[in-house]
């Protein structure tokens, strides 16, 4: 499978939003990441449909939207309307996630599911099948820039094993602390795609930083 590098645009500049989606088109980037944030499933908001739907005008990419927020099956609907590719709700956040699933596929969206940092991978085993991603969260949700949690291999490892025999095309994600020193250790641990933030946007050429991580993905030995 294809490395997959997912800016997320939570840390673009929003002063020059277009320029940033522009940057993203023309780089090795393959997914834009957007990051969609309520203020009560996490401390922190960010941004809805207006955002998503200038976003949507430019972008030549798919939209890979993280719902961090609290029943979001109240916005899946719009979400898909306009312009989600993919649509990853958190566990936490689902009381019937099985019925969020379903809603996600049935809108013509790929669906997947997002793991807090203290939730174990074993459960999701009911509805592995059903999904076409898992994003491990690898900082707690709501803000960038923080550090990685080393427990997120462990985690890879713990998913690899569930899918085996079972869905094996899942793309596993890993969103929180991703950057050039780590990305290369994460796809030799099974990592398909990761969430890159502040460590593309923040850089002095934020197009060279991701031809090196793709570069590094490249390289990697998967195991």
Same mark, same amino acid.
């Given at each position: ?23 993203? +088109? ?9 990051? &969609?944030?309520?203020? &009560? ?19 030549? #990419? ?7 927020? &609290? ?13 989600a590719d993919r649509i990853t709700v958190h566990y936490e ?9 379903? @809603? ?19 459960? @999701?085993?009911? =509805? ?25 291999? #462990? #985690? ?11 869905n094996e095309e899942l793309i596993i994600q890993v969103d929180g602390g ?12 099974? =990592? ?5 933030? +502040?460590? =593309? ?23």
């Amino acid at each position: 499978m294809k490395h997959i590098i997912a800016p997320s645009i939570l840390s673009a500049d929003f002063g020059n939003l277009q320029r940033d989606i522009e940057m993203i +088109n023309q780089s090795e980037a393959d997914w834009f990441h957007v990051d &969609v944030m309520d203020g &009560v499933f996490v401390p922190n908001i960010s941004f809805g449909f207006p955002v998503m739907t200038a976003v949507k005008k430019h972008a030549t #990419k798919p939209l890979d939207v993280h719902l961090m927020i &609290v029943e979001p099956d109240k916005f899946i609907p719009e979400f898909a309307k306009v312009g989600a590719d993919r649509i990853t709700v958190h566990y936490e956040a689902c009381t019937h996630l099985h019925r969020t699933i379903q @809603l996600i596929r049935a809108l013509g969206c790929k669906a997947g599911v997002a793991l807090n940092p203290h939730t174990p991978v074993i459960l @999701l085993q009911d =509805v592995i099948e059903d999904l076409d991603l898992v994003l491990i969260m690898s900082v707690n949700p709501g803000f960038g820039g923080q550090q990685f949690i080393h427990n997120t291999y #462990k #985690k890879v490892q713990d998913l690899k094993r569930l899918i085996q025999g079972r869905n094996e095309e899942l793309i596993i994600q890993v969103d929180g602390g991703v950057g050039l020193q780590n990305i290369g250790s994460l796809a030799s641990a099974g =990592v398909d795609a990761f969430v890159a933030g +502040n460590a =593309v946007f923040a850089t002095d050429s934020p197009t060279e930083t991701i031809s090196q991580m793709k570069n590094l993905t490249s390289n990697s030995l998967i195991v």
